[in-house]
C-alpha cells in the first residue's frame, strides 16, 4: 500500500509497445468523439439544407469571418511553436508564444460575440401599409437587442411605432419573399397595430440561422475551454518547468492536439456557413 | 474537476489533506493516492478506480430499483385500470400534485411519464452504469494487472457527472408539469410541444440529464480504452485478456463513437425547447387545431437518425458486458478453457462494428425509403451472426465440464437461453415485410426484455456474486442466492413471454388503459379478452418478481458485514489476475507489479488434470 | 515525437511556417472562389469543400504530427473517419427518396 505502488505507468515516457504515453491515447480518443459530434452536426446541416426550400448566401459578414479564420489559423500555428519551444527548452519563447495563442484565442471569442450581437439586432418584419402586406428586414433605430412584437406590446412599456431602416435590397433575408419595395430604402415609421411579426435574427428566424447557432456556439465553447487550459498553462508552466518539464512538454501537446481540432473544425465551418 | 477544492469546508485537517493532495496533483498525476487521506477523499470523492466502482454500482443499483417501481406502478393501471392505486396512490397524490394522480388514480400524463422515465432510468442511469461503471471500473483494471485507471481523477469526474445527470433526471418529477413523458425515445416534434405550457419543462431537465450523462459515459469511455491500451501488465499481450476485458473495450468504443451524435441531437432539441428553433419541426405543424409559431423547415427523421444511431449501438453496450461476465463466469465454473476464445473475440469486435450500421432498422414504418430500408435489412441480418457465434460458443464451452452449480453459475445458464429467446424474437423486427405487424406492440416490448432483463440483469447478478468475494472478502450466502435465483428465473419468464402473445394480437406498447378501449371496440381489430387477461397474470408476475428480490438485497448486505469470510485471496479457484490481488484489493491493488505468462482461462490443463494455472504463474 | 533532436524540431519549425502560409492562401482563395460564378452552385460547393479538406489535411497532418505517428493513432483516426461517413451518409441516403421526388 506504498504510494510508489501507485504510480500510473506511462503517464510520462512511452510505453514501449505503442511507443504512446496516456495522455496521447486520452486525447486521440477525444478527438475521434468530437468527430463524431460535429459530424452529427455537419450531417443534421445537410439534412436540413436539402430540405428547405431557400438557403442564404453570404448571409454573414464575410471578411469578419475571413479575419476570424486568419486568427484562428495563427493561434495554430503560435501553440506548435510553443510546444516545439519546450522541446528546444527555450522555456521564455514558450511563454511568449503561450501567451499569443491566449491571446489570439481570446481575440476570436471577442470578434465572434460582436458578430453575435449584429444578428439580434437585425429584424425580419411583417407589416400593413395601405392595405398591403409588407415584408422586410432592417435595423430599429436605436439597435434595440432582441426585440419581438411581445416587447413592444408589454403593457407597462408600451411602444407606439418605431423607425426601421430596411437593408439594401437583395441583402440579409434567409428564405423566402424578401420583398422590399422599390426606393424604400430610406426609414419608415411603423405602428406596432400594424406589425403582425417581428422577429430578430436570432436561432428561431431560420434553420439556417439555427444550425449556425449551434454550430458556432458549441465551436466558441471549445474555443473558450481551450483557452482557459492554455492559460493555465501559461500561469503555472514557470512552476511545473522546473519540477516536471517533461509532463508540461506532454501536456502542452496534448493541449495543443485539441486546440488544432478546433482550429480543424472551423476551417469547415467557415466555408459551410459563410461562404456557401 | 475541482472537487477536492470543493471538500475544503469540511475541517481543518480535510483541509490541508486536500490542499496537500492539490500541491502534489500539480506535480504528478499518478501520485493523488495518500494513503492516510480522510473520509471524504477516502470514500466520496476518491480516485481509486475500485471505490468509484461501488459508487457506481449502489447508485445504479439504487436506480433500477427505482425504475423496477415505476414499472410497478404502471403494471397496476394496465391491471385494473383507472383504479386507485393500493397504498402508494395517495402517496404519489400528495407528492406529485392533484393533476397526477386525482384520488390515487394514475393521470395519463402520469403513466406517460412513468414510461418514459422507466426506460431512461432502466438503461443510462442504471443498465449501463451497473454493467460498464461499476464492474468495468473494479474488474478492469484488476485483470489486466495495472494499479488503477490511466486517469484516476477523469474517472472521478465521470461518476460525479453521472451523479448529477440522475439528480437532475429525479428532479424532474416534480417541476411543475412532471417529468418527460414522450418516451425514452423523445421523437420530434412530440417531445417539444408535449408540454407547450412550461418554458421549462420535464423534456428540457430531461435533455439537461442526458447531455450529462453523455458526458460522463464518454469521459468514462476515453478512460478505458486508454487503459486497457496502455496499463496492461507486462506478458498481459492481446490475446491474452479475458473476454469480459474484450467486452468491455468494445462496449467504450460503441461509447465513445455513438454517443456524440445523440448529445448532438440532444443540444438541438434543447434548442426547440428553449430558444424556438425548429431543428426537428417541419413546416406547417399544427397543434390543437392552432398553427405552431415556429419558423419550420425541420425534419423529425433527423432526431429519430441521431438518437438511434446511439441507441442501437446502446443495445450492444446493454449486452457485451454482460457476455463479458457470463464468460468468466462459465469459464471459471465449467473447470474447463473456453470453446473458441478467439471466436468469441471477433464477434465482439464484429458486433461492435456492424451495431453503427443497423441503426435504421427501428425506423422501417417512418417512410424511409425502400433501398435503405433494403440496406439495413441486411446489415441487421448480417450482426446476428457474430451474437450466435458468441452464444453458441459460450453453451459449447459447458460440454465435457464438471459443471459447479454456484449462484453465479446459475445466473449464467439462464442467460443463454433467455438471451436466445430474446435475440431469436428480434429478427421477425430485423425483417421490413414483418415489423409493419409487429412495430410498437408489445411483442417489442417482450424481445428486448428477453435481452434486458432476463439478460443482462441475470449476468449482472451472476457478476455481483461473482466478484463479491473480492469486494468485500466475505461470500453471500448460496441458500438465498438460490432461492433468489429460482424466483426471478421463474417470475421473469411470467412477465415477459405472454407479451408477445399480446403483441402478435396487436397491442399497442403505449397504451394507458392496457387496450381495454381496443378490447371494447371488439372486430377483427379489436383485441380479445384473452389478451386483456394476460396483463392482469403479467402484472402480477412483475410484482411477485419485485418481491423476489428481497432476499438478494437483504443478503447482499448482511453479507457485507455477517458473510462467511473467504478462505484464501481466490476463493473460485479462478486463473484471471483479479483473484491475485489481496482481498479487498488495497489502493494500487497488487502487492508487487504481476506478469502474465498465459491465457486467461487454464483450467484443467496438464500437469494437473481438473487444477488450474493462474495468468501470473510462471511457466 | 518525443525523442527528436533539436535540429529536428527546427527543421519541423520551418515547415510550420510553411503550412501556416499555405492555411493563410487557402483561406483567401477560398473566399474569393466563392464570388466566382462556377455555373453551378454544386460546383461552388465541390470547390470550397476540397480546399477545406486540403487546409484540414495539413493541420492534421504537420500540426497534429499524423503524418508521423505510431499505428494505434492511425487505427483509430481510420475507425474514426469510417464510423463519421457512415452516419453522414446514411442518414442523408436515407432521406434520398424523398429528395428524388421533390418537385
Known amino acids: ?276 | 474537476m475541482g472537487k477536492p477544492i470543493a471538500n475544503r469546508p469540511f475541517g481543518d485537517g480535510l483541509m490541508s489533506h486536500a490542499a496537500a493532495t492539490v500541491a502534489s496533483a500539480t506535480g504528478s498525476e499518478g501520485n493523488d493516492a495518500h494513503h492516510d487521506s480522510g473520509f471524504w477523499r477516502k470514500y466520496i470523492f476518491s480516485t481509486d478506480h475500485k471505490v468509484i466502482g461501488i459508487q457506481y454500482g449502489l447508485t445504479s443499483l439504487t436506480f433500477l430499483l427505482l425504475g423496477f417501481l415505476l414499472m410497478t406502478l404502471m403494471r397496476w393501471q394496465l391491471a385494473y385500470p383507472g383504479e386507485p392505486i393500493p397504498l402508494l396512490g395517495p402517496v404519489l397524490e400528495k407528492v406529485l400534485g392533484q393533476g397526477m394522480a386525482f384520488k390515487g388514480i394514475m393521470s395519463p400524463d402520469l403513466y406517460n411519464s412513468f414510461g418514459a422515465m422507466h426506460g431512461t432510468i432502466m438503461v443510462f442511469l442504471a443498465i449501463v452504469p451497473l454493467a460498464f461503471g461499476a464492474f468495468g471500473n473494479y474488474v478492469v483494471p484488476l485483470q489486466i494487472g495495472a494499479p488503477d485507471m490511466a486517469f484516476p481523477r477523469l474517472n472521478m469526474a465521470s461518476y460525479w457527472v453521472y451523479f448529477m445527470g440522475g439528480v437532475i433526471m429525479l428532479v424532474s418529477f416534480f417541476i411543475p408539469g412532471g417529468a418527460a413523458k414522450s418516451g425514452w425515445t423523445s421523437y420530434s416534434p412530440l417531445a417539444t410541444i408535449a408540454d407547450m405550457g412550461h418554458r421549462v419543462d420535464g423534456q428540457t431537465l430531461w435533455l439537461i440529464g442526458m447531455v450529462l450523462l453523455i458526458t460522463s459515459s464518454l469521459l468514462g469511455s476515453v478512460n478505458f480504452i486508454a487503459t486497457i491500451i496502455q496499463l496492461r501488465a507486462p506478458g498481459m499481450t492481446w490475446m491474452r485478456m479475458p473476454f469480459f476485458v474484450w467486452a468491455q473495450l468494445v462496449t467504450a468504443f460503441l461509447l465513445l463513437l455513438a454517443f456524440p451524435p445523440l448529445e448532438a441531437a440532444g443540444l438541438m432539441q434543447l434548442m426547440d425547447n428553449l430558444f424556438d428553433t425548429s431543428f426537428f419541426l417541419p413546416t406547417g405543424l399544427v397543434v390543437s387545431g392552432n398553427p405552431l409559431a415556429v419558423s419550420g423547415g425541420g425534419s423529425p427523421l433527423l432526431w429519430q437518425h441521431l438518437f438511434w444511431f446511439l441507441a442501437h449501438p446502446e443495445v450492444y453496450v446493454l449486452i457485451l458486458p454482460a457476455m463479458g461476465i457470463v464468460a468468466e463466469v462459465i469459464a471459471n465454473n465449467t473447470r474447463k478453457p473456453l470453446f473458441g476464445y478467439k471466436s468469441l473475440v471477433y464477434s465482439a469486435m464484429a458486433i461492435g462494428f456492424l451495431s453503427f450500421i443497423v441503426w435504421a432498422h427501428h425506423m422501417y414504418l417512418t417512410g424511409m425509403g425502400t433501398k435503405i430500408s433494403t440496406f439495413f435489412q441486411t446489415t441487421t441480418m448480417m450482426i446476428s451472426i457474430p451474437s450466435v457465434i458468441i452464444v453458441t460458443t459460450l453453451f459449447i464451452s459447458l460440454w465435457g465440464g464438471s459443471i459447479r452449480f454456484t449462484t453465479p453459475m446459475l445466473f449464467a445458464l439462464a442467460f443463454l437461453p433467455m438471451f436466445g429467446i430474446g435475440g431469436l424474437t428480434g429478427l421477425p423486427l430485423g425483417f421490413n415485410a414483418t415489423d409493419i405487424q409487429l412495430h410498437d406492440t408489445y411483442y417489442v416490448i417482450g424481445h428486448f426484455h428477453y435481452v434486458v432483463a432476463p439478460g443482462t440483469i441475470f449476468a449482472i447478478f451472476a457478476g455481483i456474486y461473482y466478484w463479491f468475494p473480492k469486494i468485500t472478502g466475505r461470500h453471500m450466502s448460496e441458500f438465498w442466492g438460490k432461492v433468489h435465483f429460482a424466483l426471478s428465473f421463474v417470475f421473469m419468464n411470467l412477465v415477459f413471454a405472454p407479451m408477445f402473445l399480446q403483441g402478435l394480437e396487436g397491442m399497442h406498447r403505449r397504451m394507458y388503459d392496457g387496450g381495454a378501449t381496443y378490447a371494447a371496440a371488439g372486430g377483427i381489430e379489436g383485441l380479445s379478452q384473452f389478451a386483456l387477461k394476460l396483463n392482469v397474470s403479467i402484472s402480477h408476475a412483475a410484482w411477485l418478481l419485485g418481491w423476489a428480490q428481497v432476499p438478494f438485497i437483504i443478503n447482499l448486505f448482511w453479507s457485507i458485514w455477517k458473510g462467511r469470510k473467504v478462505e484464501s485471496d481466490n476463493p473460485w479457484e479462478a486463473t484471471t489476475l483479479e483473484w491475485a490481488t489481496p482481498t479487498p484489493p488495497p489502493h494500487g491493488n497488487f502487492a508487487s507489479p504481476p506478469t502474465a505468462h498465459r491465457g486467461p482461462y487454464e483450467y484443467s490443463q496438464s500437469p494437473a488434470p481438473n487444477g488450474f494455472t493462474p495468468q501470473n504463474e510462471p511457466a | 515525437m518525443s525523442h527528436e533532436h533539436a535540429h529536428d524540431i527546427k527543421q519541423a519549425t520551418r515547415k510550420y511556417i510553411y503550412v501556416f502560409l499555405a492555411l493563410l492562401l487557402g483561406t483567401v482563395i477560398t473566399v474569393i472562389a466563392s464570388y466566382i460564378p462556377f455555373g453551378s452552385h454544386a460546383l461552388n460547393i465541390a470547390v470550397a469543400l476540397f480546399i477545406a479538406s486540403c487546409k484540414a489535411f495539413l493541420v492534421a497532418a504537420y500540426f497534429m504530427h499524423l503524418i508521423s505517428e505510431k499505428r494505434m493513432i492511425y487505427g483509430l483516426v481510420a475507425a474514426t473517419g469510417f464510423f463519421f461517413l457512415g452516419l453522414v451518409l446514411l442518414i442523408v441516403f436515407s432521406d434520398a427518396d424523398q429528395l428524388m421526388s421533390r418537385p
Open chain 1, 1 to 276: 500500500m506504498s504510494s510508489a505502488a501507485m504510480e500510473i505507468p506511462y503517464s510520462v515516457e512511452p510505453r514501449p509497445d505503442t511507443g504512446l504515453y496516456n495522455g496521447k491515447v486520452g486525447i486521440w480518443l477525444f478527438l475521434a468523439s468530437e468527430v463524431m459530434l460535429f459530424g452529427a452536426l455537419f450531417s443534421s446541416y445537410i439534412m436540413l439544407r436539402v430540405g428547405s426550400d431557400a438557403w442564404p448566401v453570404h448571409m454573414l459578414n464575410v471578411p469578419i469571418g475571413t479575419l476570424n479564420t486568419t486568427v484562428l489559423i495563427t493561434s495554430s500555428i503560435t501553440v506548435v511553436l510553443a510546444w516545439a519551444a519546450l522541446k528546444l527548452k527555450e522555456f521564455n519563447k514558450f511563454r511568449l508564444y503561450m501567451g499569443l495563442t491566449v491571446v489570439l484565442a481570446l481575440t476570436f471569442a471577442i470578434i465572434k460575440s460582436f458578430e453575435y450581437r449584429s444578428k439580434f439586432v437585425h429584424y425580419a418584419v411583417e407589416y400593413t401599409h395601405n392595405g398591403q402586406v409588407i415584408e422586410a428586414t432592417g435595423h430599429i433605430e436605436g439597435s434595440p437587442w432582441n426585440w419581438s412584437l411581445k416587447t413592444l406590446q408589454n403593457p407597462d412599456h408600451p411602444i407606439e411605432s418605431i423607425v426601421f431602416h430596411p437593408d439594401a435590397a437583395g441583402h440579409g433575408h434567409p428564405g423566402e419573399g424578401a420583398t422590399i419595395h422599390a426606393g424604400e430604402h430610406e426609414a419608415v415609421t411603423i405602428a406596432t397595430k400594424d406589425i403582425h411579426k417581428l422577429e430578430s435574427f436570432g436561432p428561431w428566424h431560420h434553420t439556417y440561422l439555427a444550425i449556425y447557432f449551434t454550430l458556432t456556439g458549441l465551436h466558441a465553447l471549445h474555443v473558450l475551454g481551450g483557452a482557459a487550459v492554455l492559460a493555465w498553462f501559461w500561469i503555472t508552466g514557470p512552476a511545473m518547468w522546473r519540477t516536471d518539464p517533461e509532463r508540461l512538454t506532454n501536456r502542452v501537446e496534448v493541449t495543443g492536439l485539441f486546440w488544432h481540432f478546433v482550429d480543424l473544425v472551423w476551417i469547415f465551418l467557415f466555408p459551410v456557413l459563410y461562404l456557401l
